[in-house]
């Protein structure tokens, strides 16, 4: 049941570190993307920092660092465009203009097709111990900062004027929110890739706003739903050989119609 190596090998344990932190995070985060209703920008952020990491590898730097830079420039320019939480049309031109220096990137780098497929994918038994500490960096940040604002952020996710009648700043949580997206973001994409972070955002979250009951209870859902997706799909990727992204978009629908069955 448990083979040899699944827990003891060097790579598997990188493994096991940076997908339980990022089932954590994508947990957290995605309570507040379904929340508000913003599983577009979920959607578009982790595709947008893929541009980047692309950019990093044509001047030769970490793709962490060029998946974090886009992941936060695209939050900061959905923000710098939208009004009032709609952000449709802002995420779309954001997202398109992403993807088209992704494919510039591509391009003049000449980045070879495995690298390319990392991206895109994942390549969680890849991770190197320098990058499970870059995703550890960026997960602390991205919990510290919503523990910090947990509440004032759950208010103005239902009702911004209310929040705004109570002196919150709204256009600041605004941006706060979507710099938690590009956190998330920036840590999963080198994980699970950037087509398949989207599942780890909704999924959970979604089955978990089914069963809680308050808040609380639903983020708690949504972060246990998260690391056991991650969890079942690196153990049987190990043991299969097949894509963990497979495993990890398969468990995260299968929870989402259990809950709606349960709640039923």
Known sequence: MFPPGLFTLQFMQNAWIAGTAIAIIGGIVGFFVVLRGATFVAHAVPRASFAGAAGAAVVGQSSVLGLGTFAVL??????????????GVATALILAAALGLGDLFLTIGHVYAPAVFALLFGQIVGISTHDVRAVLIVSVITVVLFAAAFRPLLLQSVSPHVAEAHGFWTRGLEILFL??????????????????????MVGPAAAGSILGKSPLQALAWSVAFGVLSLWLSVWLAYLTFWPIGFYVSGFCLLFYFAARLIKR
């Open 74 to 87: 695209s939050a900061l320019g959905i923000a710098s465009i939208s009004r009032e939480r709609r952000h």
């Open 179 to 200: 710099l938690l997206v590009s956190g998330a973001a920036a840590a999963m994409v080198p994980v699970v890739g950037a087509l398949l972070a989207f599942s780890l």
